[in-house]
């Protein structure tokens, strides 16, 4: 959803993939998984949304949330609303980067609709999800997406881990035509979420 909102404001012209975002100290803080960033220096947008997809980095994923809406909580806010109007009815947001929270609640089946919808409503964005390794600062960052390269037809969409809920995958792929979306939670280890999917 932190990702969705973003494209929403590329489309809507009030955001630029070449707009540089300052770091707080709140972003910067962040837990790892984590592009490391300092405090009071900028990134540009572009490399906040490559290392969210590639590397699920927190502190890019507040960086994004402080400079749309303000403050983090005030995004989640946001995120909660639109995940609310796109029908993710048992959804809600209490920070941009997924990290442990009580209320970040969501379902499977929520999760696919979003799948659906980032799609649907931002086509020419959706492109970034099958970056398959991106360099920043030096350092690449493969994406933890493996199905990537070894399902024929996929195209993205995102893993997740924390210790409450395991490992996670929302994707989607092409094959004659016909686009599946599917979302995996709760596996026991990477190699048996992937499996699973």
Do not use: C
Not at 53 to 69: F, L, M, Q, R
Not at 164 to 189: D, E, K
């Amino acid at each position: 959803m932190t990702l969705y909102l973003t494209f929403q404001g590329m489309e809507q012209g009030k955001l630029s993939r070449v707009q540089r975002f300052p770091v707080s100290e709140h972003a910067a803080s962040q837990e790892p998984s984590k592009l490391g960033l300092k405090p009071g220096e900028t990134v540009a947008l572009k490399d906040l949304i490559f290392s969210i997809i590639t590397h699920s980095a927190y502190d890019a994923a507040v960086v994004v949330s402080e400079n749309i809406a303000g403050s983090e909580q005030a995004f989640a806010k946001r995120m909660t609303s639109e995940a609310h109007a796109l029908g993710m009815l048992n959804t809600n947001f209490a920070d941009a980067s997924g990290l442990p929270n009580p209320n970040n609640v969501t379902t499977a089946r929520d999760l696919a609709i979003l799948a659906r919808a980032l799609h649907r409503d931002f086509p020419m964005e959706y492109g970034w999800f099958s970056t398959e390794e991106y360099n920043f600062n030096g350092v690449s960052y493969a994406n933890h997406n493996h199905l990537m390269h070894a399902f024929a037809g996929m195209d993205g969409i995102k893993t997740g881990y924390i210790h409450a809920s395991g490992f996670n995958r929302a994707a989607a792929a092409v094959r004659n035509g016909r686009r599946l979306v599917a979302v995996v939670r709760g596996g026991t280890s990477a190699p048996a979420r992937d499996a699973r999917m």
